[in-house]
């Protein structure tokens, strides 16, 4: 009796936990970087799953575009601009994404980008490299990752609960040639992510995750005259990264929503600090 009363509340548990697993309904999560093709398109992909959306952009006409076609489209979104690099600009965000939502649930960190300075051209060398510029790139992609979950998460530990995640690459797990700067943050996001997960669930409880996703390669704004010729092939260089990626071909943006909605829901709710690739195979491959 006992025996079978068990199995009964834990089926009953299990189908309750299985009609919520995956449910983003109501979620708040504020997304830097939502004015670009990556982020935008993780944007409406949550908003049309539910999650209401704060999009982030240095740049406010973008973030108030997407804020609109996700409005447009049925979705609930407010636009900020916002340096990610600003501690007191992202402050008042926060508050003020609490005032209208009253929560905070998710963060994702998809603010990023590289410039010319920080790169080793076909026709330079490593000495070329313009310190000043390294700084810049590794500032916006990690300390511009870092300061946003600084002041973010801070609120999520009052409520016990919230998923953070960094935006890796795959320049950080293999020595992709020129990008070192990039490279450099990239790889710090790393190490960054798992020491974020290890000191908030130590501090404040399971509740709290912080994971990141290492995109292979998309084609983006600030990468496409890199991948892409005018005509919509591939550049030498991108014919490299496509040869050596298995699948045979460039990612989709709209490919890393799923791993995304599963980092941000209780279908990864035993999940922290780990590094998720989303590379076609790009990273486990030898090229032979």
Same mark, same amino acid.
């Given at each position: ?23 983003? #309904? ?144 795959? #320049?950080?797990?293999?020595?992709? #040639? ?111």
């Amino acid at each position: 009796m006992t025996q079978q009363a068990a199995s009964g509340s834990t089926g009953s548990s299990a189908a309750a936990f299985k009609d919520t697993i995956f449910d983003l #309904t109501d979620q708040v999560v504020v997304i830097t970087g939502g004015g670009g093709v990556l982020g935008g398109t993780i944007a409406s992909y949550l908003a049309g799953h539910g999650a209401r959306i704060a999009v982030l952009d240095l740049r406010e006409e973008l973030a108030e575009r997407r804020a609109e076609m996700l409005r447009a489209e049925g979705g609930e979104a407010i636009a900020f601009a916002a340096d990610v690099l600003s501690r007191e600009r992202l402050v008042e965000v926060r508050d003020a994404i609490l005032d209208k939502w009253g929560r905070i649930d998710a963060l994702l960190n998809a603010a990023g980008g590289n410039m010319p300075g920080a790169t080793v051209g076909p026709d330079q060398d490593l000495f070329e490299l313009s310190s000043d510029d390294f700084k810049k790139v590794t500032d916006l992609n990690l300390t511009g990752s870092v300061l946003p979950t600084i002041v973010f998460a801070e609120k999520m530990t009052l409520n016990g609960r919230g998923s953070i995640i960094n935006f890796s690459s795959m #320049t950080a797990q293999r020595a992709v #040639t020129r990008v070192a700067g990039y490279s450099a943050a990239k790889g710090a996001i790393d190490s960054i992510t798992r020491w974020m997960a290890a000191e908030l669930s130590l501090r404040y409880g399971e509740g709290i995750r912080v994971n990141a996703i290492a995109p292979g390669f998309f084609i983006g704004d600030q990468n496409r005259r890199l991948l892409l010729n005018e005509d919509g092939s591939p550049t030498e260089r991108g014919d490299k990264v496509i040869r050596q990626t298995p699948m045979g071909r460039f990612g989709r943006a709209e490919e890393l929503c799923g791993t995304i909605h599963w980092l941000l829901t209780d279908a990864s709710s035993f999940v922290t600090g780990v590094v998720v690739p989303i590379d076609g195979g790009f990273s486990m491959f030898s090229g032979v």
